[in-house]
T-cell receptor, first 118, second 114 residues
Framework: GAVVSQHPSWVICKSGTSVKIECRSLDFQATTMFWYRQFPKKSLMLMATSNEGSKATYEQGVEKDKFLINHASLTLSTLTVTSAHPEDSSFYIC??????????????FGQGTRLTVV | AQSVTQLGSHVSVSEGALVLLRCNYSSSVPPYLFWYVQYPNQGLQLLLKYTSAATLVKGINDFEAEFKKSETSFHLTKPSAHMSDAAEYFCAVSDYASGSRLTFGEGTQLTVNP
């Protein structure tokens, strides 16, 4: 199956600093990637849809200036949490869609990044 | 708009017993339906998916789910639970228009007792 690699798997940062999370599709091209946020013992909340070569589409209520998304190539999307604060602490997960996928457009998930802001 | 309801945030079964995790969906168009499993501090692994073909879908690790349009359900079952099945399970829905943009249920934590 297709592999999506997310890095780092965990990160601790000081309040006010910025953190970059990478999401790579290792063996396929992904024109579309998705970023989710998961609170403890909660479901996944879609933050934004990232399309290669264009601006990301953010869900309602997600601050685009705080969560910067870049999708510069068909295999890499990055999420940068700018000026992080403790309330940004969460589990962030990316997923990628095959550029051409017959049948249901299946998404493949990264292993997630645990962000802790202190 | 699409939505998913998972009945029961916690399900506990004995090892070897039947596993039944319930999922009901709401969609104004023909849905695509998925079941994912998540282990602690890990991403999501696809168990199975419904793609408008066969209504009974078989997935990995002996899991299966049946799409019932009349009941708007997509319940997940496994004949015999194993200790390694203990995890969080998510049902998700999308459709042709939304692509891989998934709407997730709240999740069900499965506990398997020895």
């Amino acid at each position: 199956g297709a592999v999506v690699s997310q890095h780092p798997s965990w990160v601790i940062c000081k309040s006010g600093t910025s953190v970059k999370i990478e999401c790579r599709s290792l063996d396929f091209q992904a024109t579309t990637m998705f970023w989710y946020r998961q609170f403890p013992k909660k479901s996944l909340m879609l933050m934004a849809t990232s399309n290669e070569g264009s601006k990301a589409t953010y869900e309602q209520g997600v601050e685009k200036d705080k969560f910067l998304i870049n999708h510069a190539s068909l295999t890499l999307s990055t999420l940068t949490v700018t000026s992080a604060h403790p309330e940004d602490s969460s589990f962030y997960i990316c997923s990628a869609r095959l550029s051409s996928s017959p049948g249901a457009p299946e998404a493949f998930f990264g292993q997630g990044t645990r962000l802790t802001v202190v | 708009a699409q939505s998913v309801t998972q009945l029961g945030s916690h399900v506990s079964v004995s090892e070897g017993a039947l596993v039944l995790l319930r999922c009901n969906y709401s969609s104004s168009v023909p849905p695509y339906l998925f079941w994912y499993v998540q282990y602690p501090n890990q991403g999501l692994q696809l168990l199975l998916k419904y793609t408008s073909a066969a209504t009974l879908v078989k997935g990995i690790n002996d899991f299966e789910a049946e799409f019932k349009k009349s009941e708007t359900s997509f319940h997940l079952t496994k004949p015999s639970a194993h200790m390694s099945d203990a995890a969080e399970y998510f049902c998700a829905v999308s459709d042709y228009a939304s692509g891989s943009r998934l709407t997730f249920g709240e999740g069900t934590q499965l506990t398997v007792n020895p």
